[in-house]
């Protein structure tokens, strides 16, 4: 007998309950069925690679997390998926005569939901899945920027860290060129002689 593999995430997983579509498995949901079953009793760790900001409207975050245990062997076993961040489908539907109910037939397509918020509370619970060559961005939905630090992941506000990424510097630094250079040392000099 074979065992029914769900979604990975809730909220898919309740949706084909709800609307009883058949949900077949994506390879997400069977890869991580076959990682449970063979790092079964055995420690798992889990590490971010990349973490992203994204706003539209309000502030959200989400991440790519590995998971990494050994099989019954001892064999270097991982998964992957992307966590906070979760397209839900959304159902196309056919009125049925018979019943005069409508009734779904098919996935017509996705909405994205972002579902964990951007603050320093729910990095403080993740913060110990970082590592040394875990990566940091920022993303409009249009655009993805990175090569940021963590600090300034943390602490710089979004539109900040966009500059930043569009332009490598933040906001309100002074570009010093030749010309601009000369006028400031022709003002220090001017402040000596007085």
Avoid at 47 to 54: E, N, Q, S
Avoid at 72 to 101: F, L, M, R, S
């Amino acid at each position: 007998m074979s065992q029914q593999i769900d979604s990975v995430y809730q909220d898919v997983a309740d949706f084909y309950k709800k609307i009883g579509l058949y949900y077949e498995p994506k390879a997400l949901d069977r890869t991580k069925f076959w990682f449970d079953a063979h790092s079964k009793d055995r420690p798992v760790k889990k590490v971010i690679d990349g973490i992203y900001r994204f706003k539209s409207g309000e502030e959200y975050m989400y991440y790519h997390e590995r998971w990494l245990g050994t099989d019954h062997i001892g064999n270097k076993i991982e998964w992957g998926w992307v966590v906070g961040k979760v397209d839900i489908p959304y159902a196309h539907y056919e009125w049925v005569e018979a019943t005069n109910t409508r009734e779904a037939t098919s996935i017509e397509g996705h909405d994205t939901k972002y579902e964990i918020p951007f603050n320093d509370k729910n990095i403080k619970e993740i913060e110990h899945e970082f590592h040394n060559d875990t990566k940091y961005y920022v993303t409009d939905g249009d655009r993805t920027y990175g090569g940021f630090t963590k600090e300034m992941f943390r602490t710089w506000v979004f539109e900040d860290l966009v500059y930043f990424g569009k332009t490598g510097m933040k906001p309100g630094t002074q570009v010093v060129t030749p010309d601009t250079a000369k006028a400031a040392e022709k003002l220090e000099d001017e402040k000596k002689k007085r």
